[in-house]
């Protein structure tokens, strides 16, 4: 844990409410409005993540962990950071899938471009049918340029989600280093714990190999629990 997540603050409220307001769900505390570091009103599109982040605020104790409130966070960049600049978010989701972790294999050992293949083509193939958006793959890292319109597919796609569930999707596409992986799970094909073994395929091969590292298993840990809530927070908005 960072010394900015171990920063806390005294409780200064009883009671974390919703309350709907011009089509929007606002969450008040002691019946005032949240607010974003920018300052403006923290409202959200649906009931269900209104009450996600309202309970965030009702199960602190006398002590609050800011790092403890995922939701209120993500729904802050939301609405500072994605919402007035939605078409660079967009672009840079598809700059993930420009240089997609799915499309790199190892040439060797075998049993790993194997497992890989086993992992990612379903995937691919998933991407190809929903979007008509067919990905090369290589081997190695030298880049493989993508084809236009399989990005343009991928680009649209995206950029009809509005900033809250894209603020989620980034997360996840920055999480697992594949906007594909992050697609596929949104779309149902994986579920959260099959997205992020496949996103971590050539991690869990050097584990077996070598050992795991428990400084490098933690943090694993740690982004995977974002991950569930990123995904959750995508679900709800």
Not at 54 to 62: K, P
Not at 76 to 96: H, L, T
Request: proline content about 4%.
């Amino acid at each position: 844990m960072t010394a900015s997540e171990q920063k806390t603050l005294k409780r200064f409220y009883k009671t974390a409410t919703v309350a709907e307001q011009d089509g929007a769900f606002q969450i008040h505390l002691d019946g005032r409005a949240i607010k974003t570091p920018a300052g403006h009103p923290l409202a959200v599109p649906t009931r269900g993540l209104a009450d996600a982040i309202a309970e965030e605020w009702n199960s602190q104790g006398e002590t609050i962990f800011p790092h403890s409130l995922f939701f209120t966070r993500l729904a802050n960049s939301a609405v500072d950071a994605v919402a007035p600049r939605e078409a660079e978010v967009v672009d840079e989701i598809a700059s993930f899938a420009a240089s997609d972790l799915l499309c790199y294999r190892a040439a060797f050992p075998a049993a790993l471009a194997a497992r890989q293949a086993e992992c990612w083509n379903p995937v691919l193939a998933f991407i190809r049918e929903r979007y008509g958006a067919t990905f090369e793959i290589t081997e190695g890292v030298g880049h493989v340029a993508q084809l236009p319109a399989s990005l343009d597919a991928i680009r649209n796609a995206v950029a009809a989600w509005g900033p809250f569930r894209l603020a989620a999707l980034h997360m996840m596409t920055t999480l697992t280093g594949s906007a594909l992986l992050a697609l596929a799970h949104v779309d149902g094909f994986l579920d959260v714990a099959a997205t992020w073994s496949a996103a971590h395929v050539d991690e869990a091969w050097q584990a077996v190999q070598w050992g795991e590292d428990f400084e490098a298993a933690e943090r694993l840990r740690r982004r995977f629990e974002d991950f569930g809530k990123a995904s959750r927070f995508f679900a709800l908005g």
